[in-house]
């Protein structure tokens, strides 16, 4: 049973527009929120996280949203640049447990073009 | 942010033979790694939590006498894989906290079992 699901494998993008990538969590017990980028080959970078008790948060080009009563939650990056194009992994924690693993969605592929 | 290191980035070996990969903080100390495993365009799966000075805790399904764990002091820790086989032909990475908010990823193994 897949806890965090991002369901679409791929999004294509041109420069300057915006990018939406989103995600969804069935355990209602997850309560930090956090968005990878990965390129081939390498580990993944931590770009910005959520807690539960906030709805929005930015830095930079990149604002994530989360909506508890959905179990959804989005990354938006704007405005996207050729340099963006990476997989995009959503995770999400159980931090007030104090044990913070991670369960991560399978990704999403993200490709701006010029 | 962080580093954290992986030694060695890519290895393959012959079947039956056991690979160490090691893991480091580079100018953090942490309690606690993590070490995950991708298959291509997979999400990145827990396999273990490595607790320094401690046995490490297996995820469900990850057998402990196949993928030995040792996390010998704060900055570093190694999985082993045993008497590696072709089906453990992988993408190894490990991440350490250095607090409960974040955690950060060494930059992969790519293991290739012949």
């Known amino acids: 049973d897949q806890q965090v699901k991002q369901n679409s494998p791929s999004l294509s993008v041109q420069e300057g527009r915006i990018s939406i990538l989103n995600c969804d969590y069935t355990?209602?017990?997850?309560?930090?929120f956090l968005w990878y980028k990965k390129y081939p080959a390498e580990g993944p970078t931590f770009l910005i996280s959520?807690?539960?008790?906030?709805d929005k948060n930015e830095d930079g080009r990149f604002t994530v949203f989360l909506n508890k009563s959905a179990k959804h939650l989005s990354l938006h990056i704007v405005p996207s640049q050729p340099g963006d194009s990476a997989v995009y992994f959503c995770?999400?924690?159980?931090?007030?447990?104090?044990?913070?693993?991670?369960?991560f969605g399978k990704g999403t592929m993200l490709l701006v073009s010029p | 942010g962080a580093v954290v290191s992986q030694h060695p980035s890519w290895v393959i070996c012959k079947s039956g033979t056991s690979v160490k990969i090691e893991c480091r903080s580079l100018?953090?100390?942490?309690?606690?790694m993590f070490w995950y495993r991708q298959f291509p365009k997979q999400s990145l799966m827990l396999m273990a939590t490595?607790?320094?000075?401690?046995?490490?805790?297996?995820e469900q399904g990850v057998e402990k006498d196949k993928f030995l764990i040792n996390h010998a002091s704060l900055t570093l820790s190694t999985l082993t894989v045993t008497s590696a086989h072709p089906e453990d032909s992988s993408f190894y990475i490990c991440?350490?906290?250095?607090?409960?908010?974040?955690?950060?990823f060494g930059p992969g193994t790519r293991l290739t079992v012949l």
């Open positions: 959520i807690s539960s008790i906030k």
């Open positions: 995770a999400a924690s159980r931090m007030n447990s104090g044990y913070s693993t991670l369960t």
């Open positions: 100018d953090f100390q942490a309690t606690t």
């Open positions: 490595s607790n320094e000075g401690s046995k490490a805790t297996y």
């Open positions: 991440s350490a906290r250095p607090n409960l908010n974040e955690q950060f």
């Open positions: 355990n209602s017990m997850f309560d930090y």
